[in-house]
C-alpha cells in the first residue's frame, strides 16, 4: 500500500496504536512513544544516537525481523514494532 | 550471481553524489546512483527541498541518472579492470559491475565518551536534528546542544524553530580562535556561519565558548546536564558531537591510498594510567582519501569526492563531486577548469577546521566506568589497558560490533591516539544470503 497517499498512519509499539504522518521513521515513531529501543550486551536500555544509520543503538524488531535500524526505516501502516519497553 | 553492468556507479546520494552523477550525466555517460537513505540529499540536505538543496534534487532526477535508494554497498574491490560492488536492499543482493566508481561516502559525526552519554534522549547534534527532521517530535523539550562546530548553531536554531527550548549552546573551542576564523570569513562571504548566527540571535539562546557537557545524568532517561564550570541544567535532550568524521571504509576496502594523520591527547586521562600517544600534534584528524587533483585516488577506476577526502561541507562536496562526474566520464579538461574553486572552498575548510579544534580537555571526559563502545559495552578502563587498537579489539571486543567501530573507533583515535585503520568488508552488517548470493564477486581472480 503506497502510505504516501494516506494522511495518517498507524503503526503498534510494542501493541500499543501510534499514529504518525507519512514518511516519519520508526526511530521517530518510538520516541514520540516514550520508548528506548534495544537492550545493549549488558543489560543497558539504548535508543536512537546518531539518527543516519552508524550507531546500530536504534535496533528494534520490526514485523518480526530482529535487529532492523529504526531510524533508516520509514513507518509504514499497520507496522508491528518491538522495542526493549515491550511488556 | 550474475552482475549487472553500469559504466559509472556513484555511492552516496549527498551534495558530492548528486553533483557527480549530474556532472557526468552532462557529458553523456550512464550512471547509476546509490544510496543508503529512503531519499537523496544525504544528510545535510534530508528533507529540505528549497534553495540550492531544492535545486540539485531537481538536477539529478532530470539528469537521467538512475537513482537507486535503499542500497547499501558493503563490499568493493577492483577486479579484471572493473569495478565491483556488491549492494543489499530490501530487493535483495546485488552485484554491479561498474567501469567508473565514484565514492561519494560522506562524513558521521563525532562522538567523544562522557559519563552518561549511553542514557536514552543524549543524541549526537546532526543525529537530533536528522531524527526530528524524520518526526521526532521536541515541542516543549528542554535540550542542551553541546560539543564543536558551526552545525551547533544551525541545528539548536533548527530545534528551537521546531519547538525546543533550548537552554544552552555549549561550544568547546575558545572565542579567541574564532578570530582567524572571521578573517577566513571576510575572504568567503555567504557562508552557513552567517546564517546561522543570525538565525541564532533571533532565537536568544545562550551561546558559551570554551564550555561542554561533561557529564549526563538520568534514570530511565537523560534528566540533566552536568557543564564543565559545575553548572546543573534539567533537560529532556542532550544533543552532542564534536563536529565530522569522513567515511572512508569502502575507499579502504577498495585498496584506496588514505593518509592517516596519528592524533594525540595531551595528558593523561582520569583514571591516571598513562597512555600511549604516537605523537604530539595538537589537533586530532583522521584518514583521508588521497587523490590526484582531478579526484582519482590511487586505484584505477575509483574516484572519491567530498567528506572522506577531509571535512569540507556543502560547496566543497559540491565543487569536488561535479570533478569526479567530469573525470569519471573522462572529460578531466572539465573537471580541471575547477580546480581553483576547490582550492578556495578547501582553504576555507582548513579555516574552520583550525578554529573549532579540539581541546584536550574534550578528550578525557570519560571515567574509567564510562562505556566507550557502545555495541560491545566496553568501559574507557578496559581500553586503557591495552596498546593499541587491535588489541584492544582483541581483548574487549572494541569496535567488534555492528557498527564495526564507526563511534568507538574515531572516539579512540581521538582519546588514546591510536590509529585505527583495519577496515574489512562487508562495511556494513549484511544478512548472510546477500553475502552468499554475491559471494565471491569480489574476490581476487
Known amino acids: 500500500m503506497d502510505t504516501r497517499a494516506r494522511e495518517v498512519i498507524e503503526v503498534f509499539v510494542d501493541g500499543r496504536s501510534v499514529r504518525v504522518a507519512p514518511g516519519v521513521s520508526v526511530a521517530a515513531a518510538v520516541l514520540n512513544a516514550g520508548k528506548a529501543c534495544r537492550s545493549s550486551v549488558t543489560g543497558e536500555r539504548r535508543a536512537a544516537l546518531c539518527g543516519m544509520g552508524i550507531c546500530f543503538e536504534c535496533r528494534v524488531e520490526i514485523d518480526g525481523v530482529l535487529h532492523e ?3 533508516m526505516i520509514e513507518a509504514s501502516e499497520g507496522m508491528r514494532v518491538r522495542t526493549v519497553d515491550a511488556g | 550471481m550474475r552482475a549487472e553492468r553500469a559504466q559509472i556507479a556513484v555511492v552516496g546520494a549527498g551534495p558530492a553524489g548528486i553533483a557527480a552523477a549530474v556532472a557526468a550525466r552532462s557529458c553523456g555517460a550512464q550512471v547509476l546512483l546509490l544510496d543508503d537513505n529512503p531519499d537523496v ?35 568493493a574491490a577492483r577486479i579484471g579492470g572493473r569495478v565491483l560492488l556488491r549492494c543489499e536492499s530490501a530487493a535483495g543482493a546485488r552485484v554491479i559491475d561498474a567501469e567508473r566508481v565514484v565514492l561519494a561516502t560522506g562524513a558521521r559525526e563525532l562522538f567523544l565518551p562522557f559519563p552518561g552519554w549511553t542514557l536514552p534522549g543524549v543524541f549526537g547534534v546532526g543525529g537530533l536534528q536528522a531524527l526530528v527532521k524524520n518526526g521526532l517530535d521536541v515541542r516543549g523539550k528542554r535540550i542542551v546542544v553541546g560539543g564543536s562546530g558551526p552545525l551547533l548553531l544551525a541545528v539548536a536554531a533548527y530545534l528551537s524553530e521546531r519547538g525546543a527550548k533550548i537552554e544552552l549552546i ?18 568567503q562571504p555567504g557562508k552557513i556561519w552567517q546564517g546561522a548566527k543570525l538565525r541564532a540571535s533571533i532565537i536568544d539562546v545562550e551561546y558559551r565558548f570554551g564550555a561542554w557537557i561533561a557529564e549526563a545524568r538520568g534514570d530511565d ?4 546536564a552536568v557543564m564543565n564550570d559545575g553548572r546543573v541544567i534539567e533537560v529532556d535532550a542532550i544533543a552532542c558531537g564534536y563536529g565530522l568524521v569522513g567515511n572512508t571504509q569502502l575507499a579502504q576496502v577498495v585498496g584506496a591510498d588514505v593518509v592517516h594523520q596519528a592524533s594525540a591527547k595531551g595528558k593523561d586521562s582520569r583514571d591516571g594510567k598513562s597512555q600511549k600517544r604516537t605523537d604530539l600534534s595538537t589537533g586530532v584528524s583522521y584518514g583521508r582519501v588521497v587523490v590526484d587533483d582531478v579526484m582519482r585516488t590511487s586505484v584505477e577506476g575509483v574516484l572519491c569526492a567530498g567528506e572522506p577526502l577531509g571535512i569540507g561541507g556543502v560547496e566543497t562536496s559540491l565543487v569536488e563531486g561535479t570533478m569526479a562526474g567530469y573525470t569519471a566520464a573522462s572529460r578531466d579538461d572539465l573537471a580541471r577548469g575547477l580546480i581553483p574553486r576547490r582550492r578556495r572552498e578547501r582553504a576555507f575548510a582548513e579555516a574552520l577546521e583550525r578554529a573549532f579544534a579540539l581541546r584536550e580537555d574534550v578528550l578525557c571526559l570519560a571515567r574509567p566506568e564510562t562505556i566507550v563502545c557502545r555495541c560491545e559495552d566496553v568501559t574507557m578502563a578496559r581500553i586503557a589497558a591495552c596498546d593499541h587498537w587491535r588489541g584492544a579489539k582483541l581483548l574487549t571486543r572494541c569496535g567488534m560490533g555492528p557498527c564495526q567501530g564507526r563511534v568507538c573507533g574515531a572516539a579512540v583515535e581521538a582519546m588514546m591516539g591510536w590509529a585505527v585503520r583495519d577496515v574489512r568488508p562487508p562495511v556494513f552488517p549484511v544478512s548472510m544470503n546477500a553475502l552468499a548470493a554475491t559471494g565471491g564477486a569480489t574476490e581476487a581472480e
Request: proline content about 0%; charged content about 30%; aromatic content about 6%.
Open chain 2, 221 to 224: 532517561r537523560v534528566r540533566q
Open chain 1, 69 to 71: 535500524r529504526s531510524c
Open chain 2, 170 to 187: 555549549a561550544e568547546q573551542a575558545e572565542k579567541s580562535r574564532m578570530l582567524g576564523f572571521a578573517g577566513a570569513m571576510v575572504r
Open chain 2, 41 to 75: 540529499g544525504g544528510q545535510v540536505w534530508r528533507r529540505v527541498q528549497s534553495g540550492a538543496a531544492g535545486g540539485w534534487r531537481e538536477r539529478v532526477k532530470q539528469s537521467g541518472a538512475e537513482i537507486r535508494s535503499g542500497v547499501t554497498v558493503f563490499d
